[in-house]
């Protein structure tokens, strides 16, 4: 079974920096794309970045651009988000999905999900 677990979200003062993590297991996630989306409340599931399967290829929503960046370790199923300059409108439970194949900035092509994380961005 499939499952993708994040991890690293928490409280943090506008300006500063959090890394979440996320952990896939159940397959072998090395030829899968990776990415990572977010959710404020009211708010519909926003793209926020995604990495190929290969590591060479990374994409960003425009608010994050600039900010964030997306890597994977080296086993390749394990994904990180680095956030800096965090902002308050940065707040959001951030998940981590994954699909097979090349990399898209759509939700609904994404075929796992992870249950989320919550990131807040104190003003």
């Known amino acids: 079974q499939v499952q993708l677990v994040e991890s690293g979200g928490g409280l943090v003062q506008a300006g500063g920096s959090l890394r979440l993590s996320c952990a896939a297991s159940?397959?072998?996630?090395?030829?899968?794309?990776m990415g990572w989306f977010r959710q404020a409340p009211g708010k519909e599931r926003d793209f926020v970045a995604a990495?190929?399967?290969?590591?060479?290829?990374?994409y960003y929503g425009d608010s994050v651009k600039g900010r964030f960046t997306i890597s994977r370790g080296s086993a390749k199923n394990t994904v990180y988000l680095q956030m800096n300059s965090l902002k308050p409108e940065d707040t959001a439970v951030y998940y981590c999905?994954?699909?097979?194949?090349?990399?898209?900035?759509?939700?609904?092509?994404?075929?796992?999900w992870g249950q989320g994380t919550q990131v807040t961005g104190a003003s």
């Open positions: 999905a994954a699909r097979e194949g090349l990399s898209s900035r759509s939700r609904s092509e994404y075929d796992y």
């Open positions: 159940g397959r072998t996630f090395s030829r899968y794309t």
């Open positions: 990495i190929s399967w290969t590591g060479g290829g990374t």
